[in-house]
């Protein structure tokens, strides 16, 4: 790539993706909680055993938050500082790719198209602005197929090696981040590959080095948190494994179809043309790099179908592959003067951008989302907007302007965080409001909250992780189930005798998310003499000391 080239990709990177980040609230549960979690290892120097709100929690291994917690050592407990790992792992992800198709199509510039698109996957940059795990998770995953395909091909000893170790390596941090997944998934490849190309005996002798780099690198952490918390291993293989795709109370359960239509939603606005890019893709099947990149896909994708509990951000590693088999396909296709998909698919985009756009402009005339938010409505409009144009770009010139959609999807990141509506931002970014009300929350001695979400953005404002809860357990339940977490949860009939001891100790600040009507009930429970803020479903609720 040129210089001009690279100076472009520096600064969509910056545009698109690094200046939003402190534009908008944490979203709740992810965000907040990852953002709570390794906020506490830089407070507390606990680097092994995962703590979220000061209390065992043991669904995640450690080294996810060790990127998230490096990020906010380097530029601060801020919301720049908790996203920015996700954006490092998306672009190493993305030159992932662009190497990966450099390698298989040296002459061309199918790379670069690859990794563009891939960038420009709305699941993929959408996510690359959300503090969440799956962004590197998937960086990891991508690293050990695409160390599997190298290894397999390399034409020296000393290389071939190499990319074994590389192998192992991608397998232990992926590990390390969410879990035995990262060994099974690069085995799903290899092996139909390695039986279809004859090659069995060179994995059975090679793979072991993998295996090898893979125990030595995460066997220190692992070693520690065993001594640190002896029930993590049990409690992390059953529940997080076993029970999450195999359970018959699976979290998350959905039919075995549910990632087909996410596919073709998640790829947007490159939906269209994954058809032609698996019909090439069969047609050159025999083609070893082809093949091989058909199982990077099919195999990661099919186990995770299988698998009863499903999320959408799971298949996130199957988009590595298709990225370079839709390379390969449009290339092709503008090449050959095939440009009816081209078409198709920018008209497509045009019709979804110019529905969005009247549809805004029918809610709001009928029943208003938006109240004296001109700048969130012109902001939507503008993504909107945009979206069709560029549909209409690539419809009206496929050859020269087939890229267009890809600066849609990177508007539509950079901006619609901040054109939502503030009714949902008080609801699902409750640090916002918090941060408003910040000096008098950190002035109170005792903190509480109903609501896991609203308790970790609040202790990660307040940079305090004791937060009680009312009336709420969730993923806490087994840290809470330990002796010293067990006073941290107040039960409806338990709360005027807690509240009256903690008065006597000091203020309470309190931070209510208002839903429903328990909720209300438990807001009736709350004193008289407050001093209280509210504002859409979240409240603050400032509780004075009791007089003696």
């Known amino acids: 790539m040129s210089q001009r080239g690279w100076l472009l990709v520096v600064s969509v990177l910056l545009l698109f993706f690094l200046l939003p980040l402190g534009l908008h609230g944490l979203w709740i549960p992810d965000e907040t909680r990852y953002a709570q ?4 290892m830089l407070q507390t120097g606990d680097w092994v055993s995962p ?34 790992a996700s954006v490092v792992v998306t672009a190493l992800s993305t030159l992932l790719v662009y190497w990966v198709g450099r390698r298989y199509w040296p002459q061309s510039n199918k790379g670069a198209v690859a990794a563009l698109l891939y960038a420009s996957f709305a699941l993929i940059a959408g996510q690359a602005g959300y ?33 074994w170790a590389l192998l192992g390596f991608g397998c232990a941090m992926g590990f390390m981040t969410k879990g035995f997944l990262a060994g099974l998934l690069p085995v799903l ?19 072991p ?28 293989f059953w529940h997080e494994h076993i029970r999450r795709f195999a359970g018959e109370d699976a979290q998350h359960a959905r039919p075995f179809w549910f990632f087909v239509p996410l596919l073709f939603a998640s790829a947007l ?16 099947r025999r083609t070893p790099h082809v093949a091989f990149l058909l199982l990077w896909f099919v195999m990661p994708f099919l186990f995770f179908s299988l698998a009863k509990g499903k999320l959408p951000t799971y298949i996130m590693p199957c988009f590595a592959p298709l990225a370079l088999l839709m390379a390969d396909a449009l290339l092709t296709a503008i090449e050959q003067g095939r ?64 890229a267009a959609p890809a600066l849609a999807a990177w508007v539509l990141v950079a901006l619609l965080p901040a054109a939502i509506p ?40 307040a940079q305090r992780s004791e937060v009680f809860l009312l009336n709420t357990v969730g993923e806490l339940k087994y840290g809470l189930s330990y002796e010293d977490g067990k006073a941290r949860t107040i039960s409806l009939e338990d709360f005027p005798a807690w509240l009256a001891q903690a008065r006597s100790q000091g203020s309470v600040g309190v931070v209510m998310r208002v839903n429903s009507a328990g909720d209300e009930e438990e807001l009736a429970l709350m004193p008289k003499d407050v001093v209280s803020y509210r504002e859409n479903h979240l409240v603050v609720l400032l509780i004075p000391q009791a007089t003696p």
């Open 131 to 163: 503090s969440n795990l799956d962004p590197q998770f998937t960086l990891w995953t991508n690293l050990s197929i695409a160390a599997l395909w190298f290894a397999f091909e390399a034409d020296s000893r000393q290389a071939r090696l190499g990319y």
């Open 269 to 284: 606005p490159w939906t269209l043309p994954i058809v032609s890019a698996f019909r090439q893709g069969w047609q050159g």
């Open 37 to 40: 979690v390794s906020q506490a």
């Open 209 to 236: 080095l993998a295996v090898l780099v893979a125990v030595l690198v995460s066997l220190p952490w692992s070693l520690a948190v065993h001594q640190h918390e002896p029930d993590f291993w049990n409690f992390f």
């Open 189 to 207: 490849v290899a092996l139909p590959y390695a039986v279809w190309r004859g090659r069995l005996r060179e994995l059975f002798s090679h793979g």
């Open 422 to 461: 503030r009714s949902m931002v008080d609801s699902k970014m409750p640090d916002q409001f918090i941060a408003q009300h910040l000096d008098e929350l950190r002035g109170a001695h005792t903190l509480l909250s109903n609501d896991l979400g609203a308790a970790s953005a609040l202790a990660w404002r």
């Open 339 to 402: 440009l009816r998909i081209l078409r198709l698919n920018g008209a497509l985009n045009l019709l979804l951008g110019a529905v969005a756009l009247i549809g805004l402009v029918f809610v709001q005339l009928r029943k208003p989302l938006y109240h004296d938010e001109s700048v969130s409505v012109a902001l939507l409009c503008l993504v909107f907007a945009t979206w069709a144009l560029c549909g209409a770009l690539q419809m009206a010139r496929p050859g020269r302007l087939w």
């Open 51 to 84: 703590h979220f709100l000061g209390l065992r929690y043991f669904e995640k291994p450690i080294a996810g938050y060790w990127l998230v917690a490096i990020s906010q050592a380097l530029f601060g407990q801020n919301l720049f500082g908790v996203r920015f």
